[in-house]
């Protein structure tokens, strides 16, 4: 059974850092494709960051440069450590982890954890 768990969101003033992380079991890690996506309130969910079997990363623009994804094959969690957050960013972050080798592709999603940055 595959399971991804999210931890690290938390009430935060503009400004300020956090580090969510997510941990996958059941499935293949290092093989497949992990990201970060986010719903605001009353929008719709969004990429915030995406990073591929081979290390290479994809982000946002509204996020470039204040965030980071990466990710720990050993311990099978992903990061996406957020600096200098902003009331925008505010809202449930989802972790994803997507199957490459099925088809068509597999997505599957953690619960999510909720951040908010207060102005």
């Known amino acids: 059974q595959v399971q991804l768990v999210e931890s690290g969101g938390g009430l935060v003033q503009t400004g300020a850092s956090l580090r969510l992380s997510c941990v996958s079991t059941?499935?293949?890690?290092?093989?497949?494709?992990q990201g970060w996506y986010r719903q605001g309130p009353g929008k719709q969910r969004e990429l915030v960051a995406t990073?591929?079997?081979?290390?290479?990363?994809n982000y946002a623009d509204s996020v470039e440069g204040r965030f980071t994804i990466s990710r720990d094959v050993a311990k099978r969690t992903v990061y996406l450590q957020m600096n200098n957050l902003q009331p925008e960013d505010t809202a449930v972050y989802y972790c994803?982890?997507?199957?490459?080798?099925?088809?068509?592709?597999?997505?599957?999603w953690g619960p999510g954890t909720q951040v908010t940055v207060s102005s």
């Open positions: 994803n982890l997507k199957r490459l080798n099925a088809r068509p592709p597999t997505d599957y």
């Open positions: 059941g499935i293949g890690f290092s093989i497949n494709a």
């Open positions: 990073i591929n079997p081979d290390e290479s990363t």
